[in-house]
């Protein structure tokens, strides 16, 4: 990659700031839309069948457009790539709210989807170069600022919610308001671009194989973190008998410690490395599933999931950051990885209750749990690879989480 030929600590820092409030604005997007949905289910006219099969174009639309991101990168230069699809994103917000019908809400769902997808592949993937010039972990802290955007976007629409707030009014000053904030937050992140002559990517580039065993990995991580999420208060409602606002905490005990974890996961990144944090991660997250299944109390529930999303926190973003490096091609890699997660989150709130109505949500945390120790079992393929020749990168031969013997680096800021 060429391009910015700044590359002092000072402006390192300012485009670490920079693709951080860029994370903060694309997961406000989230957070907006999704508080507002039993509006648009209202204005649509929809049951909830109907309005499951509505919420599943997001992520086909996501699946499908992902992996155009590689070219786009290639086209127009990481910074440009970046500015135009975050806008497009932002603003694909005012959309779904404007459906009056089921058919109409598809098409903006499934362009609300394909967006956020091909925003989200090119900011992983200038996160990622960012980090490689830094020398330093930031991918989880990234991601964590992510989860900050979508705590206050969501703040907002629950605002918007009680005050009677028409959705479309809602959403078209938020878009407007994120829209802004993308475009000034972007004029910061690094300006790369491809090498003079380097090949272009094709128009629809599938996953490269080394992206496949780091997706799985993602996989598992996302199938537990959708799970908790959806089903941890039906859990302990219905198999542990307790009140709604007990149940409804422990889906707040999972959010927050996953939160958490994100962003101060960097530090444990750096000191520790890609592979040993994953592995303790789902040490962690079994030890949750297993408390989860095996103690059936209230407290031991809590606890459970707790510990689950503090062991698969940091793993997703690890899982970009190791795509990204993982060959010549770091946007088509990343688009892969996104869409195996994606994927894995679509299809795991459902596989749990077809588990559940086949066995019992007993037995689905149980496959939670397994999928969980996957993480330790599997972590070895987050290993970063060095990439020679990158002046300022730590994957130039250093040790540290960055090399092969995935040993801890001495490397300050």
């Given at each position: 990659?060429?391009?910015?030929?700044?590359?002092?600590?000072?402006?390192?820092?300012?485009?670490?700031?920079?693709?951080?409030?860029?994370?903060?604005?694309h997961?406000?997007?989230?957070?907006?839309?999704?508080?507002?949905?039993?509006?648009?289910?209202?204005?649509?006219?929809?049951g909830?069948?109907?309005?499951g099969?509505?919420?599943?174009?997001?992520?086909?639309?996501?699946?499908?457009?992902?992996?155009?991101?590689?070219?786009?990168?290639?086209?127009?230069?990481?910074?440009t790539?970046?500015?135009?699809?975050?806008?497009?994103?932002?603003?694909?917000?005012?959309?779904?709210s404007?459906?009056p019908?089921?058919?109409?809400?598809?098409?903006?769902?499934?362009?609300?989807?394909?967006?956020?997808g091909?925003?989200?592949?090119?900011?992983?993937?200038l996160?990622?170069e960012?980090?490689?010039?830094?020398?330093?972990?930031?991918?989880?802290?990234?991601h964590?600022?992510?989860?900050?955007?979508?705590?206050?976007?969501?703040?907002?629409?629950?605002?918007?919610?009680?005050?009677?707030?028409?959705?479309?009014?809602?959403?078209?000053?938020?878009?407007?308001v994120?829209t802004?904030?993308?475009?000034?937050?972007?004029?910061?992140?690094?300006?790369l671009r491809?090498?003079e002559?380097?090949?272009?990517?094709p128009?629809?580039?599938?996953?490269?194989?080394?992206?496949?065993?780091?997706g799985a990995?993602?996989?598992?991580?996302?199938f537990?973190?959708?799970?908790?999420?959806?089903?941890?208060?039906?859990?302990?409602?219905d198999?542990?008998h307790?009140?709604?606002?007990?149940a409804?905490?422990?889906?707040?005990?999972?959010?927050?410690?996953?939160?958490?974890?994100?962003?101060?996961?960097?530090?444990?990144?750096?000191?520790?490395?890609?592979?040993?944090?994953?592995?303790?991660?789902?040490?962690?997250?079994?030890l949750?599933?297993?408390?989860?299944?095996?103690?059936?109390?209230?407290a031991?529930?809590?606890?459970?999931?707790?510990?689950?999303g503090?062991?698969?926190?940091?793993?997703?973003?690890?899982?970009?950051?190791?795509?990204?490096?993982?060959?010549?091609?770091?946007?088509?890699?990343?688009?892969?990885?996104?869409?195996?997660?994606?994927?894995s989150?679509?299809?795991?709130?459902?596989?749990?209750?077809?588990?559940?109505?086949?066995?019992?949500?007993?037995?689905?945390f149980?496959?939670v749990?397994v999928?969980?120790?996957?993480?330790?079992?599997?972590?070895?393929?987050l290993?970063?690879?060095?990439?020679?020749?990158?002046?300022?990168?730590?994957?130039?031969g250093?040790?540290?989480?960055?090399a092969?013997?995935?040993?801890?680096?001495?490397?300050?800021?």
């Amino acid at each position: 990659m060429t391009g910015d030929t700044d590359l002092s600590p000072a402006r390192l820092r300012h485009a670490r700031i920079a693709i951080a409030a860029v994370f903060c604005a694309h997961g406000a997007v989230t957070g907006s839309f999704a508080t507002r949905i039993p509006w648009i289910q209202n204005h649509a006219q929809l049951g909830a069948g109907t309005l499951g099969l509505a919420l599943a174009f997001p992520a086909l639309g996501a699946a499908l457009a992902m992996p155009l991101a590689g070219r786009i990168n290639h086209r127009f230069g990481a910074r440009t790539a970046l500015r135009g699809l975050l806008v497009l994103w932002t603003l694909s917000l005012i959309l779904p709210s404007l459906a009056p019908n089921l058919p109409v809400l598809c098409l903006a769902l499934f362009v609300y989807g394909a967006t956020a997808g091909m925003s989200d592949v090119a900011m992983n993937a200038l996160g990622v170069e960012t980090e490689n010039r830094l020398g330093r972990s930031i991918m989880s802290s990234l991601h964590g600022m992510w989860s900050v955007g979508a705590l206050l976007g969501s703040a907002a629409g629950t605002v918007a919610a009680h005050a009677g707030t028409d959705a479309r009014l809602h959403h078209l000053v938020a878009a407007l308001v994120l829209t802004a904030a993308a475009l000034i937050a972007v004029q910061g992140v690094l300006d790369l671009r491809s090498a003079e002559g380097a090949e272009a990517p094709p128009h629809f580039a599938l996953p490269p194989k080394s992206a496949l065993l780091i997706g799985a990995i993602g996989f598992c991580a996302v199938f537990a973190e959708g799970a908790s999420l959806d089903w941890s208060a039906v859990y302990l409602r219905d198999v542990l008998h307790t009140d709604a606002g007990l149940a409804a905490a422990s889906t707040t005990a999972f959010a927050l410690t996953m939160a958490v974890a994100r962003l101060v996961g960097d530090r444990v990144v750096d000191r520790f490395g890609a592979v040993r944090t994953v592995r303790a991660g789902g040490v962690l997250a079994t030890l949750g599933g297993l408390l989860v299944v095996g103690v059936r109390t209230p407290a031991g529930a809590l606890t459970g999931f707790a510990l689950i999303g503090l062991g698969i926190a940091v793993v997703v973003p690890l899982a970009f950051a190791a795509a990204g490096r993982s060959g010549p091609a770091p946007a088509q890699a990343i688009a892969g990885v996104a869409t195996i997660t994606y994927t894995s989150g679509l299809i795991a709130p459902s596989a749990i209750g077809a588990v559940a109505d086949a066995t019992s949500l007993v037995v689905s945390f149980g496959l939670v749990t397994v999928l969980a120790f996957a993480l330790v079992v599997g972590a070895s393929v987050l290993r970063p690879k060095p990439r020679a020749g990158r002046s300022g990168s730590r994957f130039a031969g250093q040790a540290g989480p960055a090399a092969d013997l995935d040993e801890p680096a001495d490397i300050r800021p």
